[in-house]
Each structure stands twice: as structure tokens, then as C-alpha cells.
């Protein structure tokens, strides 16, 4: 595709809810990350995958997150049990580089958890 | 901290002014992204500089690099009201296994008024 395509735009879920964030990367892109953006402050990294390899998963808050790419292109990132303060919106970025040369984000998705 | 942090947190000119803000990291690194964020938008790449460049430019950007200060600056030359977004520096430190692993800081929040 032409850019980044995350889905849903927005997520809003109750307290122990399970959710799934998808991340369509542009076509071939071998890296990817996943990043979570708290109000008002940067992203903070969460993961990468290079290919279906996730080389890094040293970012992910705690044993509730889990991200996925199984076939080396489309990505899920798995929240378990939500809390409020996994209320954030939820980037993903693709790069064409093994070493993430310039990263295309997408448009993240900004999950709500009431 | 690895992070990159911008100076300043805010900043307010005039259409037609330059923008100049800084960014100052701890580790050393193979390179350093400046990205632009809209408000409700996915981060837009600018610029990568390389560990061994000191300087780059790209339309209305400059960007410097000094690795012995470990500082680097954005300056935007003729503002437009366009501009105004959140700039993020983000430093690739050189310790992250071989690929990108950026690390954001706050940001400076730019506004340019028409």
C-alpha cells in the first residue's frame, strides 16, 4: 500500500476487555515497530520485528502485551485484560532498511479503556 | 536517560521567522531522526543525519549534528503557519543490536502565527 494502514482508528474498551490493534506496513517493508504515545509526550518503544522475527519485545509494559507478525507483514499487537492506563495511542512504523532507515508511521490508534 | 530531549518544550513565532530547536542524548549512536507530529497525526519523517555527517539540508530544514556534544539542532528558515506541529528528535543509539531503535523524547511544540 501506499502508507502505514493501523485499524481501528479509535478503540474504546471496559476495564478487562481484550483488544487487537492491526498494522498493515507498506508492501515489502522489512522492519517493524510498534510504539505507545501517552498524552502530551513521545513515543516509547514497545517491539520490532524484523520480518516475522521479533528481535526485540523489551518495551512491552508487561505480560498482558503481545505482538505478532506471523507471515512478515501484517502485525497485531494484543492488549489482555485492559487497564486504564494502557490508554494511549498505539503506533506503528514500517522501514524498507533491516536497520529502520526513516520510519513510516501510521496513523496509530488511539485506544481508550473506560 | 537514552532519550533525546528537545529544547524547548514550546515555541511561538511569527509567519516568515526561523524556528531553531534543540536536542541533547546521552549514548552514542549510528544516527539521529527528526520527526514532525500534527496534532492527532502519525509521526512524518524529516530528516536522518549520520553519526559521521555534521550537517544536512532538505528544503526549509537544517540540520546539525555534534557528536562531541552530543547535541543536535533543527532550525525551519521562513515559517509557514503550516509548521506548526510537534518536532521530535530521536537518536539511534548504536548499542541496539544493529538496527534503529529510536528513542523519543517530549518534543517542542511549535505554533506559528499567521
Known amino acids: 500500500g501506499a502508507g502505514v494502514s493501523q485499524s481501528p482508528r479509535y478503540k474504546v474498551a471496559k476495564r478487562g476487555q481484550d483488544v487487537a490493534l492491526r498494522c498493515d506496513p507498506i508492501?515489502?517493508?522489512?522492519?517493524l515497530f510498534w510504539y505507545q504515545q501517552a498524552l502530551g509526550q513521545g513515543p516509547e518503544f514497545l517491539t520490532y520485528?524484523?520480518?516475522?522475527?521479533?528481535?526485540?519485545k523489551s518495551g512491552l509494559p508487561s505480560d498482558r502485551f503481545f505482538a505478532e507478525r506471523p507471515e512478515g507483514s501484517v502485525s497485531t499487537l494484543k492488549i489482555q485484560r485492559t487497564q486504564q492506563e494502557d490508554s494511549a495511542v498505539y503506533l506503528c512504523?514500517?522501514?524498507?532498511?533491516?536497520?529502520?532507515?526513516?520510519?513510516?508511521f501510521g496513523s496509530g490508534t488511539r485506544l481508550t479503556v473506560v | 536517560s537514552q532519550q533525546g530531549e528537545e529544547d524547548p518544550q514550546a515555541l511561538s513565532i511569527q509567519e516568515g521567522e526561523n524556528a531553531t530547536m534543540n536536542c541533547s542524548y546521552k549514548?552514542?549512536?549510528?544516527?539521529l531522526q527528526w520527526y514532525r507530529q500534527n496534532s492527532g497525526r502519525g509521526l512524518v519523517h524529516l530528516i536522518l543525519?549520520?553519526?559521521?555527517?555534521r550537517e544536512k539540508h532538505s528544503g526549509r530544514l537544517r540540520v546539525t549534528l555534534d557528536t562531541s556534544k552530543k547535541s543536535s539542532s533543527l532550525l525551519i528558515t521562513a515559517s509557514r503557519a503550516a509548521d506548526t506541529a510537534s518536532y521530535f528528535c530521536?537518536?539511534?543509539?548504536?548499542?541496539?543490536?544493529?538496527?534503529?531503535?529510536?528513542?523519543f523524547g517530549a518534543g517542542t511544540r511549535l505554533a506559528v502565527h499567521p
Open positions: 512504523a514500517s522501514s524498507s532498511t533491516d536497520r529502520g532507515d526513516g520510519y513510516t
Open positions: 508492501s515489502g517493508h522489512v522492519s
Open positions: 520485528f524484523q520480518n516475522e522475527a521479533q528481535l526485540d
Open positions: 549514548t552514542s549512536i549510528n544516527n
Open positions: 543525519i549520520r553519526s559521521n555527517e
Open positions: 530521536a537518536p539511534a543509539p548504536s548499542f541496539s543490536g544493529g538496527y534503529n531503535k529510536l528513542i
